[in-house]
């Protein structure tokens, strides 16, 4: 809480290409809540190197990320779109928590276990406290709400964990943030594999639509999307295919299920997936377009990136400021 205004903070890493997944489980979601809360998005390029990563195509990324953020919607006027890296109160926070957080709570996470199974040749320090970074950027801001993803839920708990105990011993520091789950989208699947969710470090480009896919490819993805052999076109769980294809139409033409199962009714796959291909090429044909726009005005990016910056670090300092005095750090004589 800033003032009367609730705060509401996400981030999302500049790593790979980001998918239709990233888009309607996290994106869409943002956009629009300026006007109720106190925005703060953040590329976040710090959580990005517990992977290894390639210097110039992590400046670059991370930068086409911020164009995405401001075309997918969001006002860089109103909500704080900022990179992790440009305000050091991450860093400072996150080694204070990482000093309130138990191995046992780390052990747990699953996204960990999947991430060391997946770079089984660098599992660093930094991958394996990568959850204590995220409470880190969260309780920084005194947010007190977070959309997240399902697959993040675990992570937001073990920032209240650490807020929780953080506060038990020095008093009410930190908000305790609550998690925020849009409804549509929440959970894209896949179209390789229905029971595995869409994810952009697939190995199998088929498997995801990338933000940055034309339109034939797009058609050319589902068309090529795993079905089933029913040949019905129902919203149950025996047709993990066909209900993923009716979710993400129903999240690009903002219809119910029930809509769009009555819409497809006694027709075919190809029909379903056509449609659902058109009902995804419109929805990204805009950002596309934007995002070109965006990369030609260096100037006007190179503001936003300025002033956000300093608005983050101005809320993050406030916080700092407070949790250095509440451990004990000798004050700084200026
Ligand atoms: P990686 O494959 O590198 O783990 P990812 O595609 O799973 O990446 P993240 O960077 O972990 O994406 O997530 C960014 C945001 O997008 C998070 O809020 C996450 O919950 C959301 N998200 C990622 N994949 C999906 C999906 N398939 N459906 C809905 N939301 C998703
Ligand atoms: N771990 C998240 C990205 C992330 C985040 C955050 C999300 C980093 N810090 C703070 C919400 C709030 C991910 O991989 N999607």
Not at 260 to 280: D, H, I, P, R
Request: contains cysteine.
């Amino acid at each position: 809480m800033i003032g009367d205004t609730k705060v509401l903070f996400s981030g999302m890493q500049a790593t790979g290409n980001l998918t239709l997944g990233n888009y309607l489980g996290a994106l869409k979601n943002w956009v629009n809540l300026s006007d109720e809360y106190l925005c703060f998005y953040s590329v976040v390029d710090m959580h990005s190197i517990t992977v290894r990563q390639d210097p110039a195509e992590l400046r670059k990324r991370a930068r086409n990320l911020l164009h995405l953020y401001i075309a997918a919607g969001l006002d860089p006027e109103k909500a704080v779109i900022y990179f992790q890296s440009h305000v050091s109160g991450h860093a400072e926070l996150a080694w204070i928590l990482n000093c309130f957080t138990y191995m046992g709570e780390l052990n747990r996470m699953t996204q960990f276990k999947d991430k060391a199974a997946k770079h089984a040749d660098n599992i660093n320090a930094g991958l394996y406290t990568y959850p204590v970074l995220m409470a880190a950027d969260i309780l920084l801001y005194q947010a007190d709400v977070v959309p997240v993803g399902a697959d993040q839920m675990q992570h937001l708990e073990i920032t209240r964990d650490i807020a929780q105990r953080f506060n038990k011993i020095y008093g009410d520091v930190f908000t305790i943030p609550e998690p925020f789950i849009g409804k549509a989208g929440a959970r894209v699947m896949s179209l390789q594999n229905p029971e595995k969710k869409m994810s952009k470090s697939d190995e199998n480009p088929n498997a995801s639509i990338y933000l940055t896919d034309d339109p034939d490819t797009i058609v050319r993805k589902f068309k090529r999307a795993v079905t089933d052999s029913e040949g019905m076109i129902a919203y149950r769980d025996e047709q993990p295919g066909v209900r993923n294809l009716l979710d993400i139409y129903c999240a690009c033409t903002n219809h119910t299920p029930e809509e769009a199962v009555n819409e497809f009714a006694g027709q075919g796959y190809g029909t379903l997936k056509g449609a659902v291909a058109e009902s995804v090429v419109s929805v990204l044909r805009p950002i596309q377009d934007r995002v070109k726009e965006l990369e030609k005005d260096k100037a006007y990016i190179d503001r936003i990136i300025k002033e956000n910056a300093e608005k983050a670090e101005y809320y993050a300092n406030k916080t700092l400021r407070k949790v250095k005095r509440k451990i004990g750090y000798p004050d700084r004589i200026r």
